[in-house]
């Protein structure tokens, strides 16, 4: 009796660390797939991109609908992290035809400390959804780069390579990109990183007495903190 109590609870604790082993390899699997896969989307949208500043410089126009409303709602780092993506108030004709995740493209980071290369999507109304798909520009609330003042751009940081995952690598001297509509683009120097809460948001509507910068926001490993890095044009 005792070896058939004994065979049941072992065939038990066996079914359970199956399934288990099950569960996280399709955990696991899932996450290589979702990276890989927004991997390639991005590229794909980064090439649309060059490509469409290609042919804009190919055939010039007198006007060539490429430079975006510079006026839009400020975002409210209280909404943040709403649901869905509210894109009524900036229904604007002027877009540059080529869409990430659904979202317009306004132009893309690159930071090659970081093997970073990722197309820039407005965040209407603080849609976490726009987040979890890509580089954000949070602040101010248009869909315009490389202007005068701060700009606040924002990734995930899923501890995976993806995104802002590895800014805790970047140092000050070390440089970003940014390519905006019109096809210029700006070279940044990394100046300052910090860490801070969550609730801080004093480093977006920051004076920059005019000059172009930047400031990228994401995630400590731990979910704790918020990891900020100041920018400034070169």
């Known amino acids: 009796m005792f070896n058939n109590k004994y065979s049941k609870t072992l065939t038990v604790v066996l079914i359970l660390v199956i399934i288990l082993i099950i569960a996280l390899l ?27 500043l ?31 993506p509210t894109t009524d108030d ?27 290369e990722y197309p820039i999507i407005p965040d209407y109304q603080g849609s976490i959804n726009a987040l979890n798909v890509g580089i954000v520009k949070l602040y101010p609330g248009n869909d315009s780069l490389n202007k005068p003042g701060n700009t606040v751009l924002a990734g995930h940081n899923y501890r995976d390579g993806s995104f802002f995952s590895n800014n805790k690598r970047l140092e000050k001297g070390d440089k970003i990109y940014i390519t905006d509509v019109s096809g210029e683009r700006v070279e940044y120097e990394i100046y300052n990183k910090y860490e801070t809460s969550t609730s801080d948001s004093s480093y977006m509507n920051r004076d920059t007495e005019g000059r172009r910068e930047i400031s990228l926001t994401t995630c400590t490993d731990d979910t704790t903190m918020r990891l900020i890095i100041w920018a400034k044009e070169v």
């Open 26 to 52: 399709i955990f696991f699997g899932i996450r290589v797939y979702r990276k890989y896969y927004i991997k390639q989307a991005a590229t794909d949208a980064v090439d649309q991109f060059k490509n469409m």
């Open 90 to 116: 900036n229904d604007d004709e002027s877009g540059t035809g080529v869409t990430y995740m659904g979202y317009d493209v306004i132009g893309y980071i690159e930071i090659p400390e970081t093997d970073v």
């Open 54 to 84: 290609n042919e804009t410089v190919d055939e010039p126009t007198e006007d060539n609908n490429l430079i975006l409303n510079d006026v839009g709602p400020q975002i409210d780092l209280n909404t943040l992290y709403q649901d869905t």
